[in-house]
């Protein structure tokens, strides 16, 4: 069983949607990234999460430290916004290295 | 904005050829790291690096991999002899510090052997 596990894996939406897109963890965490990576294969770092919610943009993600999930959110979605998000762990006992989920490729049409 | 920068951004190579894959840590940033994403598949942990040592490594760091910090700027990841089975996309990370939990990730390098 994976440590950290995403849904959907694939997600497609038209223009100006809600978007959720969830994240379960199976490990003592002491934060939860959301990563984003595009097709050219590089990742940039959207959020950090240790509790509660973080906004920016038009982008919002939660954490429930006790039932051991978080999800991200997209508003008003835009087909600038397809990639791929990732979730990763940064495990108690292992400093920032990072576990990372599967990802959830996300299409956002016009 | 300081960013962390690798090169080169594509290597192909011959299988048994060595590489070495550069990074440009962020330069305040303590701590290094080597993860690799064969294609389709998520993104793994190599290596973890601090104060000149490897502080942690996965079991997918066998001995044909190593690490270096050679100045005080670059963080290399030497293949020994490659494999058809390395052709992945590479990652340098680096952070503050180990706990600092918010690391930063360059851009990657596509590593095809051939």
């Known amino acids: 069983k994976n440590e950290v596990e995403q849904s959907p894996q694939n997600l497609t939406a038209q223009e100006g949607e809600f978007i959720t897109i969830n994240c379960s963890y199976s490990?003592?965490?002491?934060?939860l990234h959301w990563l984003q990576q595009h097709p050219g294969g590089g990742i940039v770092s959207l959020f950090m999460l240790s509790s509660g919610k973080k906004k920016h943009g038009r982008l919002i993600a939660t954490i429930n430290i006790q039932e051991k999930h978080s999800s991200l959110h997209i508003t008003a979605s835009h087909p600038r916004d397809s990639a791929v998000y990732i979730c990763a762990v940064s495990q108690e006992t292992s400093g920032s290295r990072l576990t990372f989920g599967e990802g959830t490729q996300l299409t956002v049409n016009p | 904005e300081p960013e962390v920068t690798q090169t080169p951004s594509h290597q192909v190579t011959q299988m048994g050829q060595e590489v070495i894959l550069r990074c440009v840590p962020i330069s305040n940033h303590l701590y290094f790291y080597w993860y690799r994403q064969i294609l389709g598949q998520k993104v793994e942990f190599l290596v973890s690096?601090?104060?000149?040592?490897?502080?942690?490594k996965s079991e997918i760091f066998d001995d044909q991999f190593s690490v270096e910090r050679p100045d005080g700027s670059n963080f290399t990841l030497k293949i020994r002899s490659t494999k058809l089975e390395d052709s992945a996309m590479y990652f340098c990370a680096s952070s503050v510090f180990r706990y600092s939990k918010e690391a930063f990730f360059g851009q990657g390098t596509r590593l095809t052997v051939v």
């Open positions: 690096f601090y104060n000149n040592e490897i502080s942690e």
């Open positions: 490990v003592g965490i002491s934060a």
